[in-house]
Protein backbone atom coordinates (compact mmCIF):
# COMPACT_ATOMS: atom_id res chain seq x y z
CA UNK A 1 0.00 0.00 0.00
CA UNK A 2 1.26 3.30 -0.99
CA UNK A 3 1.40 5.97 1.46
CA UNK A 4 3.46 9.11 3.08
CA UNK A 5 4.18 10.17 6.43
CA UNK A 6 5.62 13.84 7.54
CA UNK A 7 7.30 14.60 10.45
CA UNK A 8 9.84 17.35 12.09
CA UNK A 9 7.47 20.59 12.56
CA UNK A 10 7.69 22.38 15.49
CA UNK A 11 8.08 25.68 17.01
CA UNK A 12 10.89 27.86 16.29
CA UNK A 13 12.19 31.09 16.09
CA UNK A 14 12.91 33.79 13.20
CA UNK A 15 16.22 32.42 11.26
CA UNK A 16 16.05 29.28 13.22
CA UNK A 17 16.39 26.20 10.52
CA UNK A 18 14.43 22.83 10.46
CA UNK A 19 14.52 19.72 8.61
CA UNK A 20 11.05 18.07 7.24
CA UNK A 21 10.79 14.12 6.63
CA UNK A 22 8.86 12.71 4.66
CA UNK A 23 9.05 8.77 4.93
CA UNK A 24 7.25 6.44 1.88
CA UNK A 25 6.20 3.13 2.64
CA UNK A 26 5.55 1.24 -1.07
CA UNK A 27 7.42 3.80 -3.35
CA UNK A 28 10.27 3.25 -5.47
CA UNK A 29 11.88 7.14 -5.16
CA UNK A 30 13.75 6.29 -8.37
CA UNK A 31 10.40 5.89 -9.79
CA UNK A 32 8.09 9.06 -8.24
CA UNK A 33 7.75 12.62 -7.67
CA UNK A 34 7.66 13.79 -3.67
CA UNK A 35 6.47 17.34 -3.39
CA UNK A 36 6.17 19.75 -0.55
CA UNK A 37 2.90 21.67 -0.14
CA UNK A 38 2.06 24.22 2.64
CA UNK A 39 -1.01 25.76 3.55
CA UNK A 40 -1.38 28.29 6.21
CA UNK A 41 -4.58 29.84 7.92
CA UNK A 42 -7.00 31.35 5.30
CA UNK A 43 -5.07 30.45 2.40
CA UNK A 44 -5.04 27.93 -0.78
CA UNK A 45 -2.59 25.24 -0.44
CA UNK A 46 0.57 25.97 -2.48
CA UNK A 47 3.28 24.16 -3.58
CA UNK A 48 6.87 24.76 -2.61
CA UNK A 49 9.51 21.91 -4.19
CA UNK A 50 9.54 19.04 -5.59
CA UNK A 51 12.23 16.58 -6.21
CA UNK A 52 11.51 14.04 -9.72
CA UNK A 53 12.59 10.70 -9.90
CA UNK A 54 15.55 11.62 -11.20
CA UNK A 55 16.25 13.47 -8.49
CA UNK A 56 16.16 16.86 -10.07
CA UNK A 57 14.68 19.24 -7.49
CA UNK A 58 12.17 22.51 -8.46
CA UNK A 59 11.20 25.27 -6.54
CA UNK A 60 8.02 26.60 -7.01
CA UNK A 61 7.70 29.08 -3.90
CA UNK A 62 9.72 32.00 -4.82
CA UNK A 63 9.53 33.55 -1.43
CA UNK A 64 11.70 30.02 -0.22
CA UNK A 65 14.54 30.23 -2.92
CA UNK A 66 17.57 30.22 -0.97
CA UNK A 67 16.62 28.93 1.74
CA UNK A 68 14.55 25.60 1.15
CA UNK A 69 16.21 22.09 -0.16
CA UNK A 70 15.23 19.29 -0.98
CA UNK A 71 17.37 15.75 -1.13
CA UNK A 72 16.39 12.29 -0.76
CA UNK A 73 17.84 9.15 0.65
CA UNK A 74 16.91 5.82 -1.28
CA UNK A 75 18.28 3.72 1.40
CA UNK A 76 15.92 4.72 4.01
CA UNK A 77 12.48 5.45 1.23
CA UNK A 78 12.81 8.89 2.78
CA UNK A 79 13.19 12.50 1.66
CA UNK A 80 13.97 15.30 3.17
CA UNK A 81 12.90 19.09 3.23
CA UNK A 82 16.01 21.59 4.92
CA UNK A 83 14.52 24.94 5.73
CA UNK A 84 16.84 27.77 6.69
CA UNK A 85 16.65 31.31 7.96
CA UNK A 86 12.70 30.54 8.71
CA UNK A 87 10.30 33.79 8.33
CA UNK A 88 7.08 34.06 10.52
CA UNK A 89 5.48 34.02 6.83
CA UNK A 90 6.49 30.23 6.71
CA UNK A 91 3.99 29.35 9.32
CA UNK A 92 1.61 26.56 7.80
CA UNK A 93 1.15 23.17 7.87
CA UNK A 94 3.29 20.99 5.45
CA UNK A 95 2.60 18.54 3.79
CA UNK A 96 4.47 15.77 1.75
CA UNK A 97 2.69 14.03 -1.82
CA UNK A 98 3.63 11.17 -4.43
CA UNK A 99 3.33 11.37 -8.08
CA UNK A 100 4.74 9.21 -10.61
CA UNK A 101 7.72 10.64 -11.98
CA UNK A 102 7.76 13.94 -12.71
CA UNK A 103 7.56 17.59 -10.57
CA UNK A 104 4.25 19.18 -10.74
CA UNK A 105 2.99 22.66 -8.66
CA UNK A 106 -0.34 21.56 -8.88
CA UNK A 107 -1.92 19.68 -5.80
CA UNK A 108 -4.30 18.25 -8.33
CA UNK A 109 -1.77 16.41 -9.61
CA UNK A 110 -0.33 13.96 -6.41
CA UNK A 111 -2.52 10.93 -5.41
CA UNK A 112 -0.72 10.26 -2.15
CA UNK A 113 -0.73 12.87 0.88
CA UNK A 114 0.32 12.38 4.48
CA UNK A 115 -1.25 14.37 7.19
CA UNK A 116 0.32 17.10 7.58
CA UNK A 117 3.12 18.53 10.04
CA UNK A 118 2.80 22.08 11.68
CA UNK A 119 5.24 24.68 11.43
CA UNK A 120 5.10 27.48 13.05
CA UNK A 121 7.76 30.27 12.98
CA UNK A 122 7.12 32.80 16.06
CA UNK A 123 9.74 34.88 18.11
Known amino acids: QYRVAESGGGLVQPGESLRLSCETFGFILGSFAIGWFRQAPGKEREGVIC????????IYADSVKGRFTMTRDTAKNTVYLQMYDLKPEDTAVYYC????????????????WGQGTQVTVSS
Open 97 to 112: AARGLRCSAAADDYSY
Open 51 to 58: ISSSESST
